[in-house]
């Protein structure tokens, strides 16, 4: 079984601070995806990454940067902490990187982010 | 550019009762559909997906799906829902973009299932 990990379940975080989310997957995946659910809002993907070191942006990328320097880790980076970043975040990994367009995403069971 | 729409945020189904979620698509190319179910605490998981062939998708848990090209839409159907059942079910469409997956999701359906 696919088995992805996030490094936590539960985050309470100060205006400003900087956050970190780690996510680990354990099949050798190529691509790597963060996304952020909100009630009423679905899923909205923050970035991809396709490669080592290679990062693409998704539809809401501001305000986040990523970083991916092992093929099994995927960072999630939040530069200075603000309230509207309260959210689920979940990651997701897939097999295949270029025409993998029928390729099932595996998801984490996520981290819940609070911002005060 | 692709879209999903889900057709109710929360639809309640008695325990046994047929269980419907609908779900309509847009995309500039033939789509790939997924429906993915997220169970409470949890990640998303797959149930089931359509890219090319049957029209009729059998998954897991005794979920079934069918594409209908003419009609845009991926509707989610069970015969007897069960307790187990309660969860948030997202429809999801797949396509190429720039030699890469991109995935649109829903916004979701949460099913109730009252004893």
């Known amino acids: 079984d696919v088995k992805v990990t996030q490094s936590s379940r539960y985050l309470v975080k100060r205006t400003g601070e900087k956050v970190f989310l780690e996510c680990v997957q354990d099949m050798d995946h190529e691509n790597m995806f963060w996304y952020r659910q909100d009630p009423g809002l679905g899923l909205r993907l923050i970035y991809f990454s396709y490669d080592v070191k290679m990062k693409e942006k998704g539809d809401i990328p501001e305000g986040y940067s990523v970083s991916r320097e092992k093929k099994e880790r995927f960072s999630l980076i939040l530069e200075s902490a603000s309230t509207n970043q309260t959210s689920m975040y979940l990651c997701?990994?897939?097999?295949?990187?270029?025409?993998?367009?029928?390729?099932?995403?595996?998801f984490g069971p996520g981290t819940r982010l609070t911002v005060l | 550019a692709q879209s999903v729409t889900q057709l109710g945020s929360h639809v309640s189904v008695s325990e046994g009762a047929l269980v419907l979620l609908r779900c309509n698509y847009s995309?500039?190319?033939?789509?790939?559909l997924f429906w993915y179910v997220q169970y409470p605490n949890q990640g998303l998981q797959l149930l089931l997906k359509?890219?090319?062939?049957?029209?009729l998708v059998k998954g897991i848990n005794g979920f079934e799906a069918e594409f209908k090209k003419s009609e845009t839409s991926f509707h989610l159907t069970k015969p007897s829902a069960h307790m187990s059942d309660a969860a948030e079910y997202f429809c999801?469409?797949?396509?190429?973009?720039?030699?890469?997956?991109?995935?649109?999701f829903g916004t979701g359906t949460k099913l109730q299932v009252i004893p």
């Open positions: 999801a469409v797949s396509e190429d973009s720039g030699g890469y997956q991109k995935v649109t």
């Open positions: 997701a990994s897939s097999l295949l990187r270029q025409g993998g367009s029928t390729d099932t995403q595996y």
């Open positions: 995309s500039s190319v033939p789509p790939y």
């Open positions: 359509y890219t090319t062939g049957a029209t």
